[in-house]
C-alpha cells in the first residue's frame, strides 16, 4: 500500500523563522503510482519538519513504514514549518486544506508561541480558529498537547499547558496529551541543541502519536 510521510513534534520547539519554502511534502514510501483515496495533514513546527537530521530518519518516514505494513492506505501529507507559531499556522492552514482535501488534521502547534512569551488569550484563539476551520472542511482534527519549561514562571505554564485542554474541550477536537518526558529528560534523545529529539528518540514518537492517529484512520 502506498503511504506517505508524517511529521510531528514535541515539547522544545524554537527553530528557525517560518518560511513557505520550510514546508516539507515529502515523497511516498513506495513507487507505486497509485495514489491513496485518503489524506492526512500535519500542520506542525521545526520537529515536524525534520529539523536537525535528514527527514527519511525521522519518525513520520518510521510511522510511514508503520503503516505500510499495516496496510493502511492513506496518503500523509507534512505542511510542518520550522519554528512556525500558531499564527503562522492559521495564515497558512487555508491553502493547505484548499490542496489537498484531507480527512485529517493533525494540530501540532503552540511551543514556540509559548517559549516566545506570547498571550495564552490569542493562541488559543488562534488554536480554535484552526480547528473550526478543519471542521468545516468536513475533516477530523487532532490537537497535541505541549508543556514548555518551568523557567516560564508557574502561573504562565500552568496557563499554557491548559489551553490544550480548554480548546479540545471547546471544540471537540482529539486530544494528545504531553507524554514525551522521557524524550525531554533522556541523555541520547534530545540533540546538543536541547530542544529537538535526536534520530535515536524517533521510534519512541512513533511509540507515543501512533495510538491516537491510527484508530482516525
Same mark, same amino acid.
Given at each position: 500500500?502506498? +503511504?506517505?510521510?508524517?511529521?510531528? $513534534?514535541?515539547?522544545?520547539?524554537?527553530?528557525?523563522?517560518?518560511?513557505?519554502?520550510?514546508?516539507?511534502?515529502? *515523497?511516498?514510501?513506495?513507487?507505486? +503510482?497509485?495514489?491513496?483515496?485518503?489524506?492526512?495533514?500535519?500542520?506542525?513546527?521545526?520537529?515536524?519538519?525534520?529539523?536537525?537530521?535528514?527527514?527519511?530518519?525521522?519518525?513520520?518516514?518510521?510511522?510511514?513504514?508503520?503503516?505500510? @505494513?499495516?496496510?493502511?492506505?492513506?496518503?500523509?501529507?507534512?505542511?510542518? +514549518?520550522?519554528?512556525?507559531?500558531?499564527?503562522?499556522?492559521?495564515?497558512?492552514?487555508?491553502?493547505?486544506?484548499?490542496?489537498?482535501?484531507?480527512?485529517?488534521?493533525?494540530?501540532?502547534?503552540?511551543?514556540?508561541?509559548?517559549?516566545?512569551?506570547?498571550?495564552?488569550?490569542?493562541?488559543?484563539?488562534?488554536?480554535?480558529?484552526?480547528?473550526?476551520?478543519?471542521? $468545516? *472542511?468536513?475533516?477530523?482534527?487532532?490537537?497535541?498537547?505541549?508543556?514548555?519549561?518551568?523557567?516560564?514562571?508557574?502561573?504562565?505554564?500552568?496557563?499554557?499547558?491548559?489551553?490544550?485542554?480548554?480548546?479540545?474541550?471547546?471544540?471537540?477536537?482529539?486530544?494528545?496529551?504531553?507524554?514525551? @518526558?522521557? +524524550?525531554?529528560?533522556?541523555?541520547?534523545?534530545?540533540?546538543?541543541?536541547?530542544?529537538?529529539?535526536?534520530?535515536?528518540? @524517533?521510534?519512541?514518537?512513533?511509540?507515543?502519536?501512533?495510538?491516537?492517529?491510527?484508530?482516525?484512520?
Amino acid at each position: 500500500m502506498n +503511504v506517505k510521510i508524517l511529521c510531528f $513534534a514535541c515539547l522544545f520547539l524554537m527553530g528557525s523563522s517560518s518560511t513557505a519554502e520550510d514546508a516539507n511534502t515529502v *515523497a511516498t514510501a513506495s513507487t507505486s +503510482v497509485h495514489t491513496p483515496a485518503k489524506t492526512l495533514i500535519v500542520l506542525g513546527d521545526s520537529i515536524s519538519a525534520g529539523y536537525g537530521m535528514q527527514i527519511e530518519k525521522g519518525w513520520v518516514n518510521l510511522m510511514a513504514d508503520t503503516l505500510t @505494513q499495516r496496510e493502511i492506505d492513506w496518503q500523509v501529507v507534512n505542511a510542518s +514549518v520550522s519554528g512556525e507559531t500558531t499564527g503562522g499556522g492559521l495564515a497558512r492552514l487555508p491553502g493547505v486544506l484548499t490542496a489537498n482535501s484531507p480527512q485529517i488534521v493533525v494540530i501540532e502547534l503552540g511551543g514556540n508561541d509559548g517559549l516566545r512569551g506570547y498571550p495564552i488569550s490569542k493562541m488559543k484563539q488562534n488554536l480554535s480558529k484552526m480547528v473550526d476551520l478543519v471542521l $468545516a *472542511a468536513n475533516a477530523k482534527p487532532v490537537l497535541v498537547a505541549m508543556r514548555i519549561p518551568a523557567n516560564y514562571g508557574p502561573r504562565y505554564t500552568r496557563a499554557f499547558e491548559q489551553a490544550f485542554t480548554d480548546v479540545s474541550a471547546s471544540t471537540g477536537a482529539i486530544l494528545v496529551p504531553f507524554s514525551l @518526558q522521557e +524524550v525531554a529528560v533522556t541523555p541520547g534523545l534530545i540533540q546538543d541543541d536541547g530542544i529537538h529529539p535526536t534520530e535515536k528518540a @524517533q521510534p519512541l514518537l512513533v511509540e507515543t502519536f501512533l495510538p491516537f492517529i491510527e484508530p482516525l484512520l
